[in-house]
Nanobody
Framework: QVHLVESGGGLVQPGGSLRLSCAASGSAFSIVAMGWYRQAPGKQRELVAT???????NYADSVKGRFTISIDNAKNTVYLQMNSLKPDDTAVYYCNADLTLSGAVVGFVTYWGQGTQVTVSS
């Protein structure tokens, strides 16, 4: 019904940059908020950053000043610009979307992407 497609992951040197994107497609919907989470092998999943459709942002302390999240409502796409990457940033990054489906009488529904690997070499 609704799918999230992530792109932009890859291998980068410490101090380098990557830009992740996540596009929502499928049934008609309205965005409440979108965001990024990450999970390293053997570690629990953690919130990285979120942004509402109105542009309000929230960041984990570990990425403040280095990562920037933004949203393009017209394209139903959220971006994560990652600068000054560190080896500790290595993880699978998952896109998250809280969406209100058109015609629905219930609250928002949460969707997850398949994840994209980010590896920062040390």
């Amino acid at each position: 019904q609704v799918h999230l497609v992530e792109s932009g992951g890859g291998l980068v040197q410490p101090g380098g940059s990557l830009r992740l994107s996540c596009a929502a497609s499928g049934s008609a919907f309205s965005i409440v908020a979108m965001g990024w989470y990450r999970q390293a092998p053997g570690k629990q999943r953690e919130l990285v950053a979120t942004v509402t459709s109105g542009g309000r942002t929230n960041y984990a302390d570990s990425v403040k000043g280095r990562f920037t999240i933004s949203i393009d409502n017209a394209k139903n796409t959220v971006y994560l610009q990652m600068n000054s990457l560190k080896p500790d940033d290595t993880a699978v990054y998952y896109c998250n979307a809280d969406l209100t489906l058109s015609g629905a009488v219930v609250g928002f529904v949460t969707y997850w992407g398949q994840g994209t690997q980010v590896t920062v070499s040390s």
